[in-house]
């Protein structure tokens, strides 16, 4: 397996509630991310962690807030969802050497109605 | 400011015929560039980084410092490389940005 597991998978939820979403990683890596995806955007940065407590805005940060507690959990939390933040949001580890690339997890498909 | 542009969003090939998907970037150091390949309703993988050098599934990808271009190529384009390719640059700060995105088809 990958080493990383968002969960849940699928999550419908209303306007206006806030929603959290995990990011789990056996990997001990350093670096975690948040990315959303969407038709036409490709992958934006919504957040990244470069350390416990340790965390800084992406590209896309309006709306949504994380927090790193320990080294294998990432949480994402939209404090007040909206129809605009229905999207595809993946989670990503790094080790801290970049020449390695990201590793991705599977993602979770959120829907705001 | 660091970019990654793919300038196509869809691409359709037939089966047997070479492919070339386009990755053009805007970075003022050196470099470091990765394609990922999306399957249907998966996770993103990493497919190659210019710095192994290596061909995965037939698929190379040579950096052009010149023309600050990483397109990514195969020979004999198969039905299962139909996905989504992405081009993706490693900045400062460990972070990546990553281009919109190729959906790539590949015709029977």
């Known amino acids: 397996d990958a080493g990383i597991t968002q969960s849940p998978r699928h999550k419908v939820t209303e306007t206006g509630t806030p929603v959290t979403l995990r990011c789990h990683q056996t990997e001990n890596h350093r670096y975690m991310y948040w990315y959303r995806q969407d038709p036409g955007h490709g992958l934006r940065l919504i957040h990244y962690s470069y350390g416990v407590k340790d965390t800084d805005k992406g590209e896309v940060s309006d709306g949504y807030s994380v927090s790193r507690s320990k080294t294998e959990d990432f949480l994402l939390t939209l404090e007040s969802a909206t129809s605009s933040q229905t999207s595809v949001y993946f989670c990503?580890?790094?080790?801290?050497?970049?020449?390695?690339?990201?590793?991705f997890g599977s993602g979770t498909r959120l829907t705001v109605v | 400011a660091q970019r990654v542009t793919q300038p196509e969003k869809l691409l359709s090939v037939f089966k047997g015929a070479p492919v070339e998907l386009k990755c053009n970037y805007s970075y003022s150091g050196s470099p470091e560039l990765f394609w990922y390949v999306q399957y249907s309703r998966q996770r993103l993988q990493l497919l190659l980084r210019?710095?192994s050098r290596e061909s995965i599934k037939g698929f190379t990808a040579d950096l052009n410092k010149g023309e600050t271009s990483f397109h990514l190529k195969k020979p004999f384009a198969q039905e299962e490389d139909s996905a989504m390719y992405y081009c993706?640059?490693?900045?400062?700060?460990?972070?990546?940005?990553f281009g919109t995105g190729t959906s790539l088809t590949v015709i029977p």
């Open positions: 990503a580890i790094s080790g801290g050497d970049g020449g390695y690339g990201y590793t």
């Open positions: 210019h710095i």
């Open positions: 993706a640059l490693s900045g400062s700060g460990n972070q990546f940005y």
